[in-house]
């Protein structure tokens, strides 16, 4: 097998992988990013961007794409607990002072897109099979590619940005778990039209907790919608299937300014 030879091996094309693609690219360097996706592709984590996380956006070069996406910016938090509410602005990170909400399947896509741009070549529908080691180093990757063919990269770099069970870092001997403990809650949400899209709670990330369960409201993209999820019991996930509306009914009902936010909604 001939072996392809470049400065730097990517595996993982979203959040992280595209983050260090970009500037590496733009600096001249031969960069590969292997993902076994093909873009676009969705994935459950991460919709919501706070400032910093939009800042990195536009480190990457993606921020304009993001915003032609019309997506709802959020100036304000505002947390309700046990009776008591409080608002406060964003901090400003950079030149970026709102955070964004954005269905991953949307977000990464404009991800991968800035990180060609850039000049990575990026290459879905890859699976990395194997870490080359040599003399205690990783010195490349084994991948199939999108005929099932394997193929080999060389490369001065290798990085691991596939995510908690990365396979990078079960091959070079560093992969612990990303928790240690069961996670014992379990997540519910729904994307809806916002009902008061027009108002102050348009700009406004909304977090509340009753004593089990933390819910939020993002307002996200395109403008008038709305993400809402309830971060309940583990167990909730196999009640909210079973019967979702009456699921929804009730942790909504857990939560009277939520409700009211909610009046009118649709779709």
Same mark, same amino acid.
């Given at each position: 097998?001939?072996? /392809? ?5 990517? =595996?993982?094309? %979203? ?22 996706? +093909? ?9 919501? #961007? ?16 993001? #915003?032609?996406?019309?997506?709802? !910016? ?5 947390? @309700? ?20 909400? =954005? ?6 896509? +404009? ?5 060609? /741009? ?60 990303? %928790? ?12 809806? @039209? @916002?009902?008061? *899209? ?24 395109? &403008?008038?919608?709305? !993400?809402? #999820? ?5 167990? /909730? ?8 509306? *009456?699921?929804?009914?009730? &942790?909504?009902? /857990?939560?009277?300014? !939520?409700?009211?936010? #909610?009046?009118?909604? %649709?779709?």
């Amino acid at each position: 097998m001939q072996a /392809e030879s470049v400065d730097v091996v990517i =595996v993982g094309s %979203r959040c992280a992988g595209t983050a260090m693609a970009a500037p590496l690219a733009r600096a001249g360097r031969t960069v590969v990013v292997l993902d076994r996706a +093909a873009f676009p592709a969705d994935t459950l984590s991460t919709h919501v #961007l706070f400032p910093m996380g939009v800042n990195e956006v536009a480190r990457i070069g993606a921020l304009d794409r993001i #915003l032609a996406l019309n997506p709802s !910016l959020m100036t304000h938090l505002r947390v @309700d607990f046990v009776g008591v509410g409080r608002t406060e602005r964003f901090q400003q990170v950079g030149d970026i002072d709102y955070g964004i909400s =954005v269905p991953r399947v949307l977000q990464d896509q +404009a991800l991968v897109d800035a990180a060609r /741009e850039a000049g990575a070549d990026i290459r879905d529908q890859c699976t990395v099979q194997d870490v080359i080691v040599e003399d205690g180093r990783a010195v490349g990757v084994r991948y199939f590619d999108t005929t099932g063919t394997v193929r080999e990269i060389r490369a001065r770099l290798v990085v691991g940005a596939d995510g908690r069970n990365s396979t990078v870092a079960h091959h070079v001997g560093a992969w612990e778990p990303y %928790r240690r403990s069961r996670n014992g809650r379990g997540m519910v949400f729904r994307y809806l @039209d @916002d009902p008061a *899209a027009d108002s102050d709670w348009a700009h406004t990330l909304w977090e509340g907790r009753s004593h089990d369960t933390i819910a939020f409201a993002f307002p996200c993209t395109p &403008k008038g919608r709305l !993400l809402v #999820l309830f971060m309940g019991p583990r167990a /909730e996930v196999a009640e909210a299937r079973q019967d979702p509306e *009456a699921h929804w009914a009730r &942790k909504v009902a /857990e939560f009277p300014i !939520l409700a009211e936010r #909610l009046g009118g909604a %649709r779709n």
